[in-house]
Nanobody
Framework: QVQLVESGGRLVQAGGSLRLSCAAS????????MGWFRQAPGKEREFVSR????????AYADSVKGRFTISRDNAKNTVYLQMNSLKPEDTAVYYC???????????????WGQGTQVTVSS
């Protein structure tokens, strides 16, 4: 079992940057692939990025590719999402999630955080 707590979300102007953090409890963090998803009002939850257990494999949604970077520090039980060149359409609640298998589909992720709000003003 792993518990996840996101932080770092806030109001930012378009073009700005944010770094989200997701702290995990437990000693099994390194055994999980980690993902970031987001959900905007009235929309379905969508995949943003994922990283493998060792951090050597990453993937991004086309909408964030080249602007967002996912990373992890297994010694600190933390996964990060660096978000640059933010756009108003990036506004959403951002969730981190843990999965034994990884991937881009939300149903593959068993453990979820409570989410952190990111608002990008134009």
């Amino acid at each position: 079992q792993v518990q996840l707590v996101e932080s770092g979300g806030r109001l930012v102007q378009a073009g700005g940057s944010l770094r989200l953090s997701c702290a995990a409890s437990g000693r099994t963090f390194s055994s999980y692939a980690m993902g970031w998803f987001r959900q905007a009002p009235g929309k379905e939850r969508e995949f943003v990025s994922r990283i493998s257990q060792t951090g050597d494999s990453t993937a991004y949604a086309d909408s964030v590719k080249g602007r967002f970077t996912i990373s992890r520090d297994n010694a600190k039980n933390t996964v990060y999402l660096q978000m640059n060149s933010l756009k108003p359409e990036d506004t959403a609640v951002y969730y981190c999630a843990a999965s034994t298998w990884g991937g881009t589909i939300a149903t593959l992720y068993k453990h979820w955080g409570q989410g952190t709000q990111v608002t990008v003003s134009s």
